[in-house]
């Protein structure tokens, strides 16, 4: 076994079942891309493998998974490759994008508001919960929370949320 290796395969596969998908949706969320999500994703289940972090529940580990996954994905944006591609290499869609607007609305959402806006209106979390993952303020994600209703707002008009 490699000396990085630090948690039991059963441990890895178990965290992966329970937490895959919330990771591929927060990666997808921040990286736009499947290819690159699921990159992310093993990036994000490599970091579990070697890390010795112990999870005291599993709300717990859900924000750690989550907590990860964003900062990946926030310092893959930061890297000059990532900001220096060529429009004209960028590939061309497989089939047409439908939806009326909403996801393109919240995925160009400032990352302390899409964090939010993603934990309580996906994952189902209630403020408090998001303050203790994100470490914040209730009040700053209750703040947070009514901030990006009123873009959306704006962006999408009406009143959707």
Known sequence: MPAWYSRAAHDIEAMFRRQARAVYKV????????????????????????????????????????????????????????????LDEAPEPIAPFAHDGTLDAVLALPSKYKDVVYLYYYEGYTADEIARMLDRKSSTVRSHLSEARAILRETLGGDLL
């Open 27 to 86: 990666s997808y969320s921040y990286m736009r891309s499947a290819a690159d999500a699921e990159d992310a994703v093993q990036a994000v289940f490599v970091k579990a493998m070697r890390t010795d972090q112990h999870f005291v529940s599993e709300e717990h580990e859900h924000a750690w998974f989550v907590r990860v996954a964003a900062n990946h994905c926030k310092d893959l944006l930061k890297s000059a490759a990532r900001r220096n591609v060529p």
